[in-house]
């Protein structure tokens, strides 16, 4: 039996070992991968997607309404009982009879101070400013995974640090365990390591939690259906751009203005307030209205000359009915209402002007504010720079003194510390810049929304 049961345990290892390794591999994200998912996928932005539906059905109804509208009065048949007047004969019928009818009817509007014209324009402006809301929802969307992004890269870096760093301190442990055992160091320093050793764990646990949450917030953004996530972006290209340098405020606001779904919304704001104006003073002025239609009846009470009951198809024809009504309606006395609808729709027109341009001045803004910070980062990453190789390399003159035993253990983890906070400062900026990066070149117009498909033909 032990023979037997070696090689099927042996089967059921390879075969643990072959899922594990085939089963849950995972795929690497890139940026654009994640923000293309995004796109498609994120609930929000498929619940905009139908507000701009909603929008483009509105605006499609208006073309509609100019079209007349023509009615059927369904045929129906009426049973009447007791004393009654026959509609048909217009006489005094007191037995059950049963009697039915008929009508079709058209009607438009020929004057109305170009009311419609001015909601279909009104409409369409609505449509248009859906499928704007829909465009800057995108961009949101895709600063929102680009900034998560970003901080799962700067978490992975952290705790790569933070790693490296305690298995240094754990070879540093070994070395001075070895040597008290000699009697070479104090158990002193063999205490302050253990020590150091200790908190390098908490650090990298908290560290490792804080990638996770990253990973968790990237993913439920994109709603996809996983917890965890491996990135396709190796923290070494993320580098300091000086192209950026020397960006003119003013140019990059001219160009964001053509573009810019938030600044073409406020546009359309102010359109659509015009237009509504327009429809609103509408309502002072005449309104003329055409009416055309024909109905029939029948009757078993209507009858011919020889006393008899006319025939059905012969009544259809001789009940028949035809009108055309041209009536004119001209407003008079509304209670105020129509001047009040006015004058709030002139204060509309005033508002959604100083709304446009209040927005032109927060864009306007947040532009000079990213070119600032992205010189102000160019500066404080050089000086970084410089002082992650001062402190490297005063660590590597501690880590030489300490072998010698010319200073201690805690002096050896302060300019470790030093080293550990510059390289973390080095990595935070140059995420940050990889994000300026993005952001300018949005307003600039050349950053592009990545698609499912331009990935898969990629």
């Given at each position: ?139 949101d969307l895709a600063f929102k995974i680009m900034n998560l992004f970003n901080d799962v890269l700067f978490n992975e870096g952290a705790l790569s640090i933070v790693t490296e760093q305690q298995a240094i301190n754990l070879l540093y442990l070994k070395l001075i365990d070895s040597q008290v055992k000699l009697g070479m160091k104090a158990k002193a320093d063999l205490y302050d390591i253990e020590a150091t050793v200790s908190t390098d764990e908490l650090n ?255």
């Amino acid at each position: 039996m032990k023979i037997m049961g070696r090689p099927l345990k042996t089967f059921l290892f390879l075969c643990f070992v072959l899922h594990n390794s085939f089963g849950f591999s995972q795929k690497s994200w890139t940026l654009d991968e994640c923000i293309a998912y995004a796109l498609e996928h994120n609930l929000g932005q498929q619940n905009q997607t139908y507000n701009e539906a909603i929008g483009k059905e509105n605006w499609r109804q208006s073309k509609r309404d100019l079209i007349p509208q023509i009615g059927v009065g369904s045929p129906s048949y009426a049973v009447n009982y007791g004393r009654t007047i026959d509609p048909i004969t217009n006489t005094i019928v007191d037995t059950k009879y049963g009697s039915g009818n008929g009508s079709l009817s058209s009607s438009i509007v020929l004057f109305e101070t170009f009311k419609k014209w001015n909601t279909l324009a009104f409409q369409k402006i609505q449509f248009e400013t859906s499928k704007q809301a829909t465009e800057q929802y995108k961009y949101d969307l895709a600063f929102k995974i680009m900034n998560l992004f970003n901080d799962v890269l700067f978490n992975e870096g952290a705790l790569s640090i933070v790693t490296e760093q305690q298995a240094i301190n754990l070879l540093y442990l070994k070395l001075i365990d070895s040597q008290v055992k000699l009697g070479m160091k104090a158990k002193a320093d063999l205490y302050d390591i253990e020590a150091t050793v200790s908190t390098d764990e908490l650090n990298v646990l908290q560290a490792n939690n804080r990638l996770k949450e990253s990973k968790l917030a990237l993913t439920q953004e994109m709603n996809l259906p996983q917890n965890d996530i491996e990135l396709l972006a190796p923290l070494e290209n993320q580098s300091i751009n000086e192209s950026l340098l020397g960006t003119n405020a003013e140019s990059l606001f001219n160009n964001a203005q053509k573009f810019l779904p938030a600044l073409q919304i406020g546009a359309l704001d102010l359109m659509a307030a015009k237009k509504n104006l327009a429809i609103t003073r509408s309502s002072f002025f005449p309104k003329l209205t055409f009416n055309t239609g024909i109905n029939t009846g029948y009757s078993p009470n209507r009858l011919d000359a020889s006393g008899n009951e006319m025939e059905f198809w012969e009544q259809i024809k001789t009940n028949t009915n035809k009108y055309i009504v041209l009536s004119l309606y001209i407003p008079i006395f509304g209670n105020g209402r129509n001047w009040s609808n006015t004058k709030i729709a002139k204060i509309n027109i005033q508002k959604a002007d100083v709304d446009l341009k209040q927005k032109e001045q927060l864009v306007y803004k947040e532009i000079q504010k990213l070119i600032q910070k992205n010189e102000a980062l160019f500066a404080e990453e050089k000086l970084n720079s410089k002082k992650v190789e001062l402190k490297e390399l005063a660590l590597t003159i501690a880590q030489k003194k300490f072998k010698n035993g010319l200073i201690s253990i805690y002096d050896l983890q302060v300019a470790n510390n030093e080293f550990i906070g510059a390289k973390i400062d080095q990595l935070q900026m140059r995420i940050q810049f990889n994000i300026q990066k993005k952001t300018l070149d949005f307003y600039n117009g050349d950053f592009i929304l990545p698609s499912t498909i331009q990935i898969t033909n990629n």
